[in-house]
Nanobody, 115 residues
Framework: QVQVVESGGGLVQPGGSLRLSCVAS????????RGWYRQAPGKPRELVAR???????QYSDPVKGRFTISRDTAKNTVSLEMNNLKPEDTAVYYC?????????WGQGTQVTVSS
């Protein structure tokens, strides 16, 4: 079993920054993929960013140039640095890890961008 725990959400004003962190623990041989998704009220969950073990990154168009994903393979962590936040970034953010073809999700952390 793998546990995934996020931290770092909160309330921020437009133009502000937040950093989300995620740590995976448990029966982990190796993590294949790490990523962040988000779900706004009334909308489906969507990819924000992900990173492979080779360091290749992918970002959704709305966050390109503002968000940066990073990982520490030794510590099984993945982080998301979010800058120049906008009200439309408001959502519950979920950490995802892929381990041996299985998907594991965190419980989600709320990010609210509002003045």
């Amino acid at each position: 079993q793998v546990q995934v725990v996020e931290s770092g959400g909160g309330l921020v004003q437009p133009g502000g920054s937040l950093r989300l962190s995620c740590v995976a623990s448990g029966s982990i041989v190796s993590i294949d993929t790490r990523g962040w998704y988000r779900q706004a009220p009334g909308k489906p969950r969507e990819l924000v960013a992900r990173v492979t073990n080779y360091g290749n990154t992918q970002y959704s168009d709305p966050v390109k140039g503002r968000f940066t994903i990073s990982r520490d393979t030794a510590k099984n962590t993945v982080s998301l640095e979010m800058n120049n936040l906008k009200p439309e970034d408001t959502a519950v953010y979920y950490c995802h890890v892929g381990v041996s073809a299985y998907d594991y999700w965190g419980q989600g952390t709320q990010v609210t961008v509002s003045s």
